[in-house]
């Protein structure tokens, strides 16, 4: 078994799994179950400051979207931050850190913007021998109204300013955790970078609304016949989150700056993803609130498998994927690949064929026994037939060797060359 | 009540009241909502689907099942009707294992189809429990066609018809409309009276009256019916019954499957039916699946079904097969009757094992005998009571003929399936709407 103990800024724990701040970090029940279940670390759901404790609705707080045979794809919320009394909080924390030192226990935290509200807070969490802070800079509803969550992470300044008074007034490692629901990562990244943040985290939600009550024609979740935008996590927003995060793992002002991956984790093969474009270690919550806190024991085994079958270590894997992240112009242009058809595997659904002929290049051929097969000389290998297969490896690509003829260009497969050198580019560079 | 399945002679309540009603529920219970949902997501809504082509009626079936899994079975429904309107029946009758779903990318892909029968069934019923009929008739044309029997090509027929605004009249020797869905398959395939339910339905288009009790050849002719109406539909089935031309034929407790099939049917209380203790049924297709199952849920204690052939042979699908099997019924292959045996009355039939030579099926030397107080003949139906005159080929019906068109399992062509007979008088509808409107 391969050691998947984790160092993420100092902070130990048993593997790199951590729960997100969010409902299951909301008490220490949970997360004692969670720690039982095997989860590395959590980090606990935000505190607010002091004073009457934060309201919910009292209606659903959840829409969800879904797949086929109704897995959730895709989860989103209008839970505020904790809505218990922070002494009640503080109390729980200091509890299960003293009960399960092994493990990582990291608070979130999101209090107004003045630095008088971030030095008491921090005064405050200091007693509960937490590992470290996560600064709450991403909630995207509710809070953000408020002037708080997103509403800091859309503004790099405000970021920069928070992180400060945070690094001046704990000793604590500090997390930020960014908002997607931004033009571009990077400034706010290189904005906590520059207040001398630890680490980021990301994603945080996405503003969302999941669908409509088409009776009531309200956003869902309907409050009374009303619906108000939240935010958007679960599988769906993994894409998203991946290049998030590799932006911010290849870009030079950022490079190096520790990341904590979150986005639709949900199973080992996610997290290897995540920690390939660059994260240390990863946060889950859908999956959790989908299936309970047993599938970390997949994602143990899991990732533990994959290391061993690669025979690398976990430091091995962070970031290993990430000098492969570039540029469309640097993709090189006569790498040439086709289409194929396993016909053992084929089932003969045809979908391969209703995508290609309807909406792509006509590159599929179907014979009147329902034999579907590739035309090299139409097939631009867009992979969209692959995508649409329901049969896993039915459909894969072939590369054209070099010096082959492509029979769609009638063109001889060279060496590398990329859009930089390329003649139809008006800016291109004289090839050496 | 004093019989048990051991009771010897042909005699009923072999059961205990409550057994029959178990005995003969919902043979593929309903999927609810959410199985009908679970179901509909396998769908891959294929291209071209191989189901589609496989059906005789070619439902557009990916299209149906992506209406069940987007909430909308009402909508599904009216496809399927919009190309089979006995969509009701045949999502329980059809052998949808030799049809659609052997058809279905899944079979292949996992050896498991989606339910696409089952599927059927669960649109249909929503969409007939909420009263809907999604047809409505065209404005009158005068045309008047004769439809004779009210089976599923007369019926599919008589609907299309009144769809285009032509009148009908359908005549019917029997008590009911309905044909094999009412008098011809097992009772546990149709719950509920649903073959009555479903005319009920079918006949909410308007514009079609059914003459039942009325026998075309004795109080009707054809030349009568093509005097009187302009056009004319023969969806009469298959009145005759093969022989066994085997000696003993004549003895009580001998007797053809399909009148046992619709007496069971028509029979209220099913502990007032008779049946043997030792049921042999003779013969190798549905029929003989249908009346061995239901002689065995009737509480016969041995059911055999013998076939003259190989299993490969068999008519009765292997979905069917298994059911029997499962019923507890044994089926015998590759054995041929000889003789039934009895004073007056079946006591045991000798058979002789058969074996398939160059010039057909000779009965070997080596034969066994069954006990057999009741003796089901199962070995096919014949045309019978077709009007002189029309072209016969293969024993059947060649049609269309002058202002006589015909379908179903009197006519050429196609296997005797409900599903073929509704595509029939579908078609043979539309092509006298065709030569109506050119008149």
Known sequence: ?432 | MSNSPLTPGIVAGRLPAEAYVHNFGDHEPPLDRHEARVAADRCYFCHDAPCITACPTSIDIPLFIRQIATGTPEAAATTIWSQNILGGICARVCPTETLCEEACVREAAEGKPVEIGRLQRYATDVAMAKGMHPFSRDASTGKRVAVVGAGPAGLACAHRLAMHGHDVVIFERRAKAGGLNEYGIASYKATGGFAQKEVDWLLQIGGIEIRTGVELGRDISLDQLQADYDAVFLGIGLAGVNALRAVGEDLAGVRDAVDFIAELRQTEDLSRLPVGRDVVVIGGGMTAVDAAVQSKLLGAENVTIVYRRGQEKMSASGYEQDHAAQAGVRIIHNAAPVRVLGNGSAEAVEFAYTLEGPNGLVLSEETFTLKADQVFKAIGQTLKGAPEGLPVTGGKIAGPSGKVWVGGDCAAGGEDLTVTAVAEGRDAAEAIHAALAGQ
């Open chain 1, 1 to 432: 078994m391969a050691d998947l103990s984790s160092n993420f800024i100092g902070i130990k724990s048993p593997n790199p799994f951590w729960l997100a701040s969010a409902p299951p970090t909301d008490k220490k029940y949970n997360v004692e179950r969670a720690f039982e279940a095997g989860w590395g670390g959590v980090v606990w759901k935000t505190l607010g400051a002091e004073g009457p404790p934060i309201v919910n609705v009292n209606g659903p707080r959840y829409g969800a979207i879904w797949g086929a045979d109704r897995r959730l794809l895709g989860l989103n919320n209008i839970e505020l931050i904790t809505d218990r009394p922070l002494e009640v909080n503080l109390r729980e924390i200091k509890e299960v850190k003293r009960k399960w030192k092994d493990r990582a226990l990291v608070i979130s935290l999101m209090v107004p913007c003045e630095e008088d509200h971030w030095k008491a807070i921090l005064k405050q969490i200091e007693d509960t021998e937490a590992d470290g802070v996560e600064l709450n800079f991403g909630c995207p509803h509710g809070m953000a109204e408020r002037g708080m969550g997103s509403a800091v992470g859309q503004v790099p300044e405000y970021i920069e300013m928070v992180t400060r008074w945070v690094k001046q007034y704990s000793r604590m490692p500090c997390i930020v955790k960014l908002t997607p629901n931004v033009t571009s990562i990077l400034p706010p990244a290189m904005a906590a970078n520059r207040g001398g943040a630890d680490a980021v985290s990301l994603i945080n939600t996405i503003k969302s609304i999941t669908n409509v009550d088409l009776d009531h024609f309200s956003p869902f979740p309907m409050i009374d016949g009303k619906g108000s935008h939240g935010g958007y996590c679960g599988p769906a927003v993994k894409p998203i989150a991946l290049n998030m995060v590799a932006e911010i793992a290849r870009h030079e002002e950022t490079r190096g700056l520790p990341i904590s991956g979150i986005g639709g984790v949900t199973t080992w093969r996610d997290a290897a993803e995540f920690m390939a474009l660059g994260a240390g270690n990863v946060q889950v919550c859908t999956a959790a609130m989908t299936y309970g806190f047993k599938i970390v024991q997949e994602m143990i085994s899991g990732l533990s498998q994959y290391l061993d079958e690669k025979q690398m270590s976990l430091n091995d894997l962070i970031g290993r994927a990430v000098p492969n992240f570039v540029e469309w112009q640097h993709l090189n242009l006569n790498y040439v690949t086709k289409a194929q058809i396993d016909q053992d595997l084929c089932i003969n659904c045809g979908r391969c064929y209703a995508a290609c002929e309807d909406t792509s290049h006509q590159a599929i051929a179907m014979s009147p026994d329902r034999v579907f097969t590739v035309k090299d000389e139409e097939c631009v290998a867009c992979n969209l037939c692959i995508d649409v297969c329901p049969v896993d490896n039915c459909i894969t690509m072939r590369e054209l060797p070099k010096g082959s003829v492509d029979p769609r260009t009638g063109k001889v497969v060279g060496d590398y060359a990329n859009w930089t050198t390329h003649p139809n580019n008006p800016m291109a560079q004289a090839a050496e």
